[in-house]
């Protein structure tokens, strides 16, 4: 298994539709995650840090699974602003310095 | 606060020349990143620092120097630059080891 997987899309959906990405990692010691989102030619930008069982931010919604090594993003009401490259993020096994960066999932919000 | 700077924005060098990007955080962070991202690819991680006056070898290293003379700046250097070293950069710090980062703005650097 790769360090940290992502189906890189693109997930082309209409506006108001629910979404749900998810990356699978291989570091089953790791104790947090990140969801961040890169529009084009820009910064990586946080989304959401999971520390524990999961988290919610409004229309957002990060869950893990630990016994299947998963972390799911969860959109729901799709807006033409969510328009982006969503990468997953885990912390390194063998140092906790470094992070594996996912490839990314990209999603179209269409009108 | 402005979070995490970086500077120039924007360069062109020819081959063989040397620069310093400077990257410049104020929210008091003890690790500190430079990574480059190429077109269809991640992030790959250059060196980063776990304090001020550290630095240690990412993924990527070769080509690039690192100080971190100050805790909030820390600046990566391409001492003879390369075609291949056109990419983007960017900077991030974080609070302390697997939180989360904080990433700045990028600098596009073309090497001809």
């Known amino acids: 298994r790769k360090e940290v997987e992502q189906d890189p899309g693109p997930f082309n959906v209409p506006e108001g539709a629910t979404v749900a990405f998810n990356c699978t990692y291989s570091?089953?010691?790791?104790?947090?995650f990140f969801w961040y989102r890169q529009d084009c030619r820009k910064e990586p930008k946080l989304l959401m840090s999971?520390?524990?069982s999961g988290n919610e931010d409004g229309r957002f919604t990060a869950q893990l699974n630990r016994a299947s090594q998963y972390i799911s993003l969860l959109i729901r009401d799709s807006k033409l602003s969510d328009s982006a490259t969503y990468l997953c993020?885990?912390?390194?096994?063998?140092?906790?310095?470094?992070?594996?960066f996912g490839s990314g999932t990209k999603l179209n919000v269409k009108p | 606060n402005a979070g995490v700077t970086q500077t120039p924005k924007f360069r062109v060098l020819k081959t063989g020349q040397s620069m310093t990007l400077l990257c410049a955080q104020d929210?008091?962070?003890?690790?500190m990143y430079w990574y480059r991202q190429d077109p269809g690819m991640g992030l790959r991680l250059i060196h980063y620092?776990?304090?001020?006056?550290?630095?240690a070898k990412g993924e990527v290293p070769d080509g690039y120097n690192v100080s971190r003379l100050k805790k909030q700046n820390f600046l990566l250097g391409l001492e003879s630059a390369a075609p291949s070293q056109t990419s983007v950069y960017f900077c991030?710090?974080?609070?302390?080891?697997?939180?989360?980062?904080?990433f700045g703005p990028g600098t596009r650097l073309t090497v001809t």
């Open positions: 991030a710090s974080s609070y302390a080891t697997a939180y989360e980062q904080y």
């Open positions: 570091n089953s010691a790791s104790q947090s």
């Open positions: 999971v520390y524990s």
């Open positions: 993020v885990v912390p390194r096994e063998t140092n906790f310095n470094k992070f594996y």
């Open positions: 929210m008091n962070h003890e690790y």
């Open positions: 620092s776990v304090g001020e006056g550290t630095t």
